[in-house]
């Protein structure tokens, strides 16, 4: 992810999220219908009750924790929406107790550093606070002082050690404020101009050199305390264009197994990270028309490592933005977006504004109902988002 210009794009966002009807569907859509917000809480508790398991462990480990969630509280989980200020994240949070909250650079940064962020939480479960700290032009908090030269400057500066390091300490700033997942570091493989959309924020054009000071970064990060994120699987660095502003396609499968999914194939296996699904569409995977960030056949390949000689994965997954990205805004709104991300496989939809969280969830419910959204997927990714989030196993 990588939101240009954010200051007043929310509103941007909004409205044009509100504009858009009619939405075709798509590869795994779930096309919720149009059902009451009373209605899907009713569906809510007849599904939850159905689904839920009696668990005798521990209090405040995994399974102890996702057996008290009703089915409604174990999709909000699988939300992180950006939020404008701190009675914003307070307000979402007490209302229908989403995941993870996303700082971005239109947040009023007060909500680190007074401390609110570090006390956000749904009952005994913690609330993820990300952002976008990837350093040179993606720096959201440099305002508070938080900065680093870009992924392709520390790559000709700096040794491996070096990178680690510098991530260690960026990392542990981000936790004094509250902060506990970092959208980074950039794993595309570019020999793109400095300011084009992945350019100098990708470590090098070399896949090897990118999977080495991706390693140091992450681990640096890790290290804080921090979750690190991988993006933007499969690879956006010979992309044909922005998916801020449009479609993009990359090379075929065939080209990137041996170029743009060599650092991924090399570093999932760390343990400790998270990875990030882009708005790719990618030839001889996703389908002519289908991103990867909807595609149940690219978050598939990701999970189990078939399709790309990889490691099954076990982290976290995450959408890309699903509300101020053209890629995906052009076709459908985040009632459907979030939904069809889900049901694709990943287990956290991302998107910019507050606003349609309830809408959201609604349509989840309804997912669920009709079998679009699989119950055995929703408990899969609250246990990994539970122990994201540091509980511990049972």
Same mark, same amino acid.
């Given at each position: 992810?990588y939101?240009r210009?954010?200051?007043g794009?929310?509103t941007v966002?909004t %409205?044009s999220a509100?504009a858009?009807?009619g939405?075709?569907?798509?590869?795994?859509? /779930?096309?919720?219908?149009s059902?009451s917000?009373?209605?899907?809480?009713?569906t809510?508790?007849s599904?939850s009750?159905?689904?839920?398991?009696?668990v005798?462990?521990?209090?405040?480990?995994?399974?102890?924790e996702a057996a008290k969630l #009703?089915?409604?509280?174990?999709l909000a989980?699988?939300l992180?929406?950006?939020v404008?200020?701190?009675a914003?994240?307070?307000?979402?949070?007490?209302k229908?107790?989403?995941?993870?909250i996303f700082?971005?650079s239109w947040?009023?940064?007060?909500?680190?550093?007074s401390?609110?962020?570090?006390?956000l939480?749904?009952?005994?479960v /913690?609330v993820?606070?990300?952002?976008d700290q990837?350093?040179?032009r993606?720096s959201?908090?440099k305002a508070?002082?938080?900065?680093?030269p870009? %992924?392709r400057?520390?790559?000709?500066?700096?040794s491996?050690?070096?990178?680690?390091?510098?991530?260690l300490g960026i990392?542990?700033r981000l936790?004094? $404020?509250?902060v506990?997942?970092?959208f980074a570091p950039?794993l595309d493989v570019?020999?793109q101009g400095a300011d084009?959309?992945?350019?100098d924020?990708?470590f090098?054009?070399d896949?090897?050199?990118v999977?080495k000071y991706?390693r %140091?970064?992450?681990?640096g990060?890790r290290?804080?305390g921090i $979750? /690190?994120?991988f993006?933007?699987f /499969?690879?956006?660095?010979?992309g044909?264009?922005?998916?801020?502003?449009?479609t993009?396609?990359t090379?075929p499968?065939s080209? $990137?197994v041996t170029?743009?999914?060599?650092?991924f194939?090399?570093?999932l296996?760390?343990p400790?990270?998270?990875?990030?699904?882009g708005?790719?569409i990618v030839?001889g995977?996703t389908g002519p028309?289908?991103?990867?960030s909807i595609?149940?056949?690219?978050?598939?390949?990701?999970?189990?490592g078939?399709?790309?000689n990889g490691?099954?994965?076990?982290?976290?997954?995450?959408?890309d933005?699903l509300s101020g990205?053209?890629?995906? #805004?052009?076709?459908?709104?985040?009632?459907q977006?979030a939904?069809?991300? $889900?049901a694709a496989?990943?287990?956290?939809?991302?998107w910019?504004?507050?606003?349609?969280?309830s809408?959201?969830?609604?349509?989840l419910v309804?997912?669920v109902?009709?079998?679009?959204?699989?119950?055995t997927?929703v408990?899969?990714?609250v246990?990994?988002i539970l122990r994201a989030?540091?509980?511990?196993r049972?």
């Amino acid at each position: 992810m990588y939101t240009r210009t954010m200051l007043g794009l929310v509103t941007v966002v909004t %409205a044009s999220a509100l504009a858009v009807g009619g939405c075709s569907s798509s590869e795994g859509s /779930p096309s919720p219908g149009s059902t009451s917000s009373s209605a899907a809480a009713s569906t809510a508790s007849s599904v939850s009750s159905a689904s839920s398991s009696s668990v005798s462990a521990a209090a405040g480990c995994v399974s102890a924790e996702a057996a008290k969630l #009703t089915l409604r509280r174990k999709l909000a989980q699988m939300l992180m929406v950006g939020v404008k200020d701190t009675a914003d994240a307070k307000a979402v949070v007490a209302k229908e107790h989403i995941g993870g909250i996303f700082v971005g650079s239109w947040t009023d940064k007060s909500i680190l550093t007074s401390g609110a962020a570090k006390v956000l939480s749904s009952g005994t479960v /913690p609330v993820m606070v990300s952002v976008d700290q990837e350093g040179g032009r993606v720096s959201r908090l440099k305002a508070i002082g938080i900065d680093s030269p870009s %992924a392709r400057e520390l790559a000709a500066t700096k040794s491996p050690a070096q990178v680690r390091q510098l991530a260690l300490g960026i990392g542990k700033r981000l936790r004094a $404020l509250g902060v506990t997942v970092d959208f980074a570091p950039v794993l595309d493989v570019s020999d793109q101009g400095a300011d084009t959309v992945i350019g100098d924020r990708s470590f090098s054009a070399d896949p090897v050199t990118v999977a080495k000071y991706g390693r %140091a970064f992450a681990a640096g990060l890790r290290d804080a305390g921090i $979750l /690190p994120v991988f993006k933007h699987f /499969p690879g956006h660095g010979h992309g044909s264009g922005d998916s801020h502003t449009g479609t993009v396609r990359t090379p075929p499968l065939s080209e $990137l197994v041996t170029n743009d999914l060599v650092p991924f194939r090399t570093l999932l296996p760390m343990p400790g990270v998270a990875a990030m699904v882009g708005h790719l569409i990618v030839p001889g995977l996703t389908g002519p028309e289908t991103p990867a960030s909807i595609s149940p056949k690219a978050i598939g390949m990701l999970r189990t490592g078939r399709g790309y000689n990889g490691p099954a994965f076990h982290g976290v997954i995450f959408s890309d933005d699903l509300s101020g990205m053209a890629a995906i #805004t052009e076709k459908f709104p985040i009632e459907q977006a979030a939904p069809m991300a $889900l049901a694709a496989g990943s287990d956290i939809a991302l998107w910019l504004t507050t606003d349609k969280v309830s809408a959201v969830l609604d349509a989840l419910v309804r997912a669920v109902a009709a079998k679009k959204l699989s119950m055995t997927h929703v408990d899969a990714a609250v246990a990994r988002i539970l122990r994201a989030k540091k509980l511990k196993r049972c």
